[in-house]
C-alpha cells in the first residue's frame, strides 16, 4: 500500500513562472462516489492510471496506483466517469530541494491555482516558495474530487479568497 503525504496551498503570485521545468496536461474523472475513497482515471500526456484514494482529510491518506491502456483511460472519461471532468496544466517547479507541482485549472474549474508538494514522510521538513500562499490541505473543497461536484465557478467570493 502507498502513502500519499501532501500539502496543498493557494497560489499567490505569477512568480513560480520563470522556475517551470516542465508542464503536463491532465484530464481526469471520478467513478461512482463513494464515502471511503475516491477512485480516479487519469490520463497525464500520453499515460494513463487508474487511482484510488482514502478519503481522510489532511495530508497524508493511503494511495494505490496502476496503468490503464489510454483507449481505455479514454472510454472511462468519457462514459462513465462523473461531470464535469477535472482539467488542469500541472506545472512541476523546483524548489529548496523538492519538486512542486503547480496545477493551473480549466474548463469548469478556470481560476483555480493550486501549488502541491508530496514528500517523503509526514512532518519531513520543507521551505515554503514566495508564491505559495495560505495552506488549503485540510479544507475539501480543494481536493479534486470535490471540484467535480462543486466546481471553482461556483464558488463564493469568500471561499475564492480561501475562507468559507
Known amino acids: 500500500m502507498g502513502l500519499e503525504v501532501e500539502h496543498k496551498f ?3 503570485s505569477d512568480a513560480w513562472h520563470r522556475d517551470v521545468s516542465r508542464s503536463c496536461r ?3 474523472g471520478y467513478l461512482g462516489d463513494s464515502p471511503a475513497a475516491s477512485v480516479r482515471v487519469r490520463i497525464e500526456g500520453e499515460q494513463a492510471n487508474l487511482n484510488i484514494k482514502g478519503m481522510t482529510i489532511g495530508v497524508q491518506r493511503p494511495e494505490f ?3 490503464v491502456p489510454l483507449a481505455d483511460a479514454d472510454a472511462l472519461l468519457d462514459q462513465l466517469c462523473r461531470k464535469p471532468l477535472i482539467e488542469k496544466i500541472r506545472h512541476f517547479v523546483p524548489f529548496a530541494g523538492h ?3 503547480v496545477d493551473v485549472f480549466l474548463g469548469d474549474n478556470a481560476g483555480l491555482v493550486v501549488a502541491e508538494i508530496e514528500l517523503e514522510a509526514p512532518g519531513e521538513a520543507f521551505s515554503l516558495p514566495p508564491w505559495a500562499g495560505a495552506e488549503v490541505s485540510g479544507l475539501v473543497r480543494y481536493y479534486n474530487v470535490s471540484l ?3 466546481p471553482y465557478r461556483d464558488w463564493t467570493a469568500e471561499e475564492r479568497a480561501g475562507h468559507g
Open 10 to 12: 493557494l497560489v499567490c
Open 26 to 28: 491532465f484530464r481526469q
Open 65 to 67: 496506483e496502476y496503468p
Open 99 to 101: 519538486i512542486w507541482e
Open 148 to 150: 467535480v461536484s462543486y
